[in-house]
């Protein structure tokens, strides 16, 4: 593999033909529910990947910065979401991009509104963020007094055209196995739905309900009562999805190769070139034990599964140290070899290496500042 795919230094491989099943299944779910998908290009913010969800019926998506927006635009995506609140200090970019593509964005205050119809010189599509049970951002879903005085505040102008009501209920990550996933999916869904029917007896009429998250979208079997789905992870998927229970490890189609750099048999550890700048310091707790990734070996021309007690144990700014449980397996590796580790987080993993080698040796770009 080394040989084949010229690896050097730490390289995010990509399992192109995973990724494309992971999306498949997800633009099928979505069609079959009749919701649109807009999927969120967070996770692999490369203009060639975003292509392949053209094939797949998708003119719509989500993103998570302005900058992130301009990259799409200028590879021919005109209906984009910003799904991040409003920053003020980007109101040029804001403006920019309302004028060339259908832009949407969020808020949660009266007072954002109204700064948008001051600054705006073109309409922009606005959603109301709601609150449904994480607690990150959002209006509480029960505080209907704030969402009728934001509903009112936008069609005070033809500058915001209000589009509904969106929630991202990011707590299903903090939950192991799919009853539990698809009971917050259910209670975001209805909770959301509350606020629109409420809006409705106002006199607010076919407002949209966007929502999903790539735990809550991989376990439900039906969308349900939503305009439209947002998963963005999915496309990779990753070690803390699995771990989670929102997909297989054989789902997973990003893997990090790493050169090992050092073995110590009376430690039975080895040492790669893959650290924090590479990975993200993320990591996932379970069952006691942080993990910073998932071991697999390589097969003749694909990855395998995960192998049995091998923790990618710690990462520090650029090592990574690999604790075996398992003698055959720490057998196998010498100094010199590439280790291929799943990581923890693919969107940040990805985020951090700025490209992709797929496992034809092809280079994929992301964008990059
Ligand atoms: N929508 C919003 C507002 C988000 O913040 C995110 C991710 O953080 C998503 C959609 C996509 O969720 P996931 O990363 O679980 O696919």
């Given amino acids: 593999m080394t040989q084949l795919l010229n690896i050097q230094t730490p390289t995010l491989l990509l399992d192109k033909q995973k990724a494309l099943r992971n999306l498949e299944r997800m633009a099928k779910k979505a069609h079959q529910s009749n919701v649109r998908f807009r999927p969120h290009f967070k996770t692999h913010q490369s203009a060639e990947i975003g292509d392949w969800f053209r094939d797949f019926g998708v003119t719509s998506i989500t993103v998570s910065s302005l900058r992130m927006a301009e990259y799409f635009a200028n590879h021919g995506w005109n ?43 073109h309409p922009i599509q606005v959603w109301q963020k709601i609150d449904t049970g994480y607690g990150r951002t959002g209006i509480q879903w029960g505080d209907f007094e704030i969402h009728l005085q934001i509903a009112k505040a936008l069609n005070q102008s033809d500058m915001t055209q209000f589009q509904g009501l969106l929630a991202h209920a990011g707590h299903t990550y903090a939950t192991l196995g799919t009853h539990k996933k698809v009971e917050i999916y259910d209670t975001t869904v209805q909770r959301v739905n509350q606020v629109r ?31 439209e789905v947002r998963p963005g992870n999915f496309i990779f998927y990753d070690w803390t999805q699995h771990s989670v229970g929102s997909c297989d490890a054989e789902n997973i189609a990003v893997a990090m190769a790493c050169p090992i750099v050092a073995k110590y048999p009376e430690k039975k550890s080895l040492t790669v070139y893959g650290g924090a700048v590479h990975f993200s310091k993320d990591s996932f707790t379970k069952d006691g034990r942080i ?57 940040l993993t990805a985020d951090k290496m700025g490209a992709y080698r797929t496992l034809e040796g092809e280079t994929i770009s992301m964008m990059r500042l």
């Fill in 291 to 347: 993990s910073f990734g998932a071991v697999v070996p390589w097969q003749n021309d694909h990855w395998g599964l995960p192998l049995d007690r091998v923790h990618v144990a710690s990462l520090s700014q650029e090592h990574g140290l690999i604790e075996f449980g398992n003698q055959s397996a720490f057998d196998s590796y010498s100094v010199g070899d590439v280790m291929l580790v799943l990581p923890i987080h693919s969107c």
């Fill in 197 to 227: 029917d409420r809006l409705a007896e106002a006199g607010f009429n076919d407002l949209k309900v966007s929502i999903g998250d790539t735990p809550g979208c991989s376990v439900i079997d039906n969308f349900g009562n939503v305009s």
């Fill in 79 to 121: 209906d984009i979401t910003v799904a991040f609140l409003v920053n003020t200090l980007e109101i040029d970019r804001m403006r920019a991009l309302s004028e060339r593509i259908k832009l949407g964005v969020i808020v949660e205050s009266v007072d954002r509104v109204k700064f948008l119809q001051q600054q705006l010189k």
